[in-house]
């Protein structure tokens, strides 16, 4: 089972968006989904955005808003693709608001 698998991600029908059921499990406190979750979340899709065989080099991460358990998605998109980096970015919203944002640099593999 893979770690994206274990955490519950899942892709939309169409393939742009990675939700979410976020629940208990997910919390750092109640009510409150830990960063890291988030942090993956947006780093997931920005890599699905990738549509390459990519790997994570550096990621920066934003907490707009307090995520609560409840449907996250995620998009993510490429701001620049070249032959051994690509520079994505990756947004986890909630209720149609913005709640953490990654941008992340990766190396093809």
């Not at 059921?21 to 997910?26: I, K, L, V």
């Amino acid at each position: 089972m893979s770690f994206n698998h274990a955490l519950g991600f899942r892709l939309s029908g169409d393939g742009s968006t990675i939700l979410l059921d976020a629940g208990e499990r997910h919390e750092v406190a109640p009510g409150t989904i830990h960063f890291a979750v988030l942090a993956t979340l947006a780093e997931v899709a920005a890599a699905q955005a990738a549509a390459a065989s990519v790997v994570p080099t550096q990621v920066s991460l934003q907490l707009v808003k307090r995520a609560q358990t409840g449907k996250l998605e995620a998009r993510g998109r490429v701001l620049r693709s070249g032959r051994t980096l690509v520079f994505a970015e990756g947004e986890v919203f909630q209720l149609g608001e913005l709640v953490a944002k990654a941008t992340v640099t990766f190396a093809r593999v």
